[in-house]
C-alpha cells in the first residue's frame, strides 16, 4: 500500500516519513530559480535608485529654476525673451517700473514696436533690427507709456538649439537716462571751467596746462604788451553798487576781448578794472 505522505511527493521539496524505516526529502536544483530572484532583485535596485537620481535631477531643477527666477526677478536692468520672429515671449517685472508698461500686455507684441519712431531703427525691419543688436551693444530710444523716450543700451545675444536653428533672443536692456544726465553735466561743467580758465590765461596756456605741462615758458625776441585801466574807478566804486560795478566792468572787458579776438591780441588778464594783453 502507498505510505502515509507518500502523496505530497509530486514534486514540492516535503519529506515524507516511512514509520520504522527512513527519512525522505525531494531536494530540487533551485539554482536558476536563485538566479532569476536575483536578477528581479538587481533590477529592482537599479529602477529604485535610477528614480531616486530621477528625483534629485528633478528637485535641483526646481531649485535651479527657482534661483533663477529669483536673479529675472530682482534684475534692475530691463530682460527681454523674444522668439525668432521678434513677438516678445517673456519680460522681467524692471519693464514695468522703467517703461511704465504692464509685462503681461507687451508678450502679444513685437520688441522693435516699443523703439521710439526717433530712433534710426524705428526705419528698419526686425531681421535688420536683430542683427544690429546682436552684434554690439547699441544706443537705443525706447517708448515709455507716457510717449516720452527713453535712452537705453541694448545688448542682445541669439539662442539655437543643437542643430543650430535660432529659436529666439535675450534683450538686456540699460536705463541710460540717469549716465547721459551726468554725461551733459560733466560736459557743461568742463565747458565752464575751460571757459574760466581762458578767461584767465591765454588760449594757447590754457590748453598746455590742461594737458600736464609742468613748466611752461616761451621766449620772445620782441613782444608789445598793453596795459589799461578805468580812470576814477576808485572814487567812481564808492558811488555805486558792487553789483553795478561788476556788471559795468562786464561790459567794457567784453568789448576788449571782442578786440583781442578780432585782431589776433593775446589776452593776458585783468586785474580788477586793469586789462593786460599782448
Known amino acids: 500500500s502507498e505510505p502515509e505522505g507518500a502523496g505530497a511527493l509530486d514534486g514540492a521539496s516535503m519529506p515524507c516519513l516511512v514509520p520504522g524505516q527512513h527519512v525522505l526529502a525531494v531536494v530540487r536544483d533551485a539554482s536558476e530559480s536563485r538566479k532569476l530572484v536575483d ?8 529602477e529604485q535608485e535610477a528614480h531616486a537620481a530621477e528625483t534629485r535631477i528633478l528637485l535641483e531643477s526646481q531649485q535651479s529654476q527657482k534661483l533663477l527666477e529669483g536673479i529675472i526677478s530682482s534684475l534692475h536692468d530691463m ?17 514695468s517700473v522703467t517703461l511704465g508698461l504692464d509685462p503681461e500686455k507687451l508678450l502679444s507684441h513685437v520688441f522693435d514696436e516699443l523703439i521710439h519712431d526717433r530712433d534710426p531703427l524705428s526705419l528698419l ?33 541669439r539662442v539655437h538649439d543643437e542643430e543650430g536653428v535660432l529659436l529666439g533672443v535675450v534683450f538686456l536692456v540699460k536705463d541710460m537716462s540717469e549716465v547721459r544726465k551726468l554725461l551733459s553735466d560733466i560736459s557743461r561743467e568742463q565747458v565752464r571751467s575751460d571757459t574760466l580758465l581762458q578767461n584767465i590765461l591765454p588760449v594757447q596756456i590754457a590748453e ?10 616761451d621766449r620772445f625776441d620782441s613782444a608789445s604788451v598793453l596795459f589799461c585801466d578805468i580812470v576814477g574807478f576808485t572814487s567812481m566804486s564808492r558811488e555805486i553798487s558792487a ?5 559795468m566792468l562786464n561790459e567794457i572787458f567784453s568789448v576788449i576781448d571782442d578786440l583781442t579776438d578780432k585782431f589776433g591780441v593775446e589776452k593776458i588778464k585783468t586785474i580788477g578794472d586793469a586789462y593786460m594783453a599782448a
Open 79 to 95: 530682460l527681454f525673451l523674444v522668439d525668432a520672429g521678434g513677438q516678445i515671449l517673456r519680460c522681467n517685472p524692471a519693464v
Open 39 to 46: 536578477e528581479v532583485n538587481r533590477w529592482a535596485t537599479e
Open 208 to 217: 598746455r596746462l590742461k594737458e600736464d605741462q609742468a613748466v611752461i615758458a
Open 243 to 247: 553789483a553795478e560795478l561788476v556788471k
Open 125 to 157: 525691419d526686425w531681421e535688420d533690427v536683430m542683427q544690429e543688436l546682436t552684434t554690439s551693444q547699441s544706443d537705443v530710444m525706447l517708448c515709455r507709456a507716457d510717449g516720452a523716450s527713453l535712452p537705453t543700451m541694448v545688448s542682445g545675444s
